[in-house]
């Protein structure tokens, strides 16, 4: 069997290094869009879900917050004036 001789490729490649990594780089994030979409879902579902939402959270704080103040304004004592001349 005779030995079929090495193949060699030379490639002409016009553009700048900086066109050709673009050009690298966003055919790299288009070939690997499903797996990182994948993995994305695989880490939001496996993440707890909130029983509330944010803004569920804040208004029950704002809530707190304003009857605290109630209850401290009406706790509140009036300040009395006294007499330290004598």
Do not use: C, G, W, Y
Request: charged content about 35%; hydrophobic content about 35%.
């Amino acid at each position: 069997m005779k030995r079929q001789p090495e193949l060699k490729f030379t490639f002409h490649n016009p553009n700048t290094p900086e066109v050709t990594a673009d050009f690298l780089v966003d055919l790299f994030i288009e070939v690997n869009k499903p797996k990182v979409e994948r993995a994305i879902q695989a880490a939001a579902n496996a993440a707890p879900v909130p029983k509330k939402s944010i803004q569920e959270r804040l208004a029950e704080n704002k809530k707190l917050v304003e009857e605290t103040k109630r209850k401290t304004a009406s706790k509140a004592r009036p300040a009395t004036q006294r007499d330290f001349s004598s």
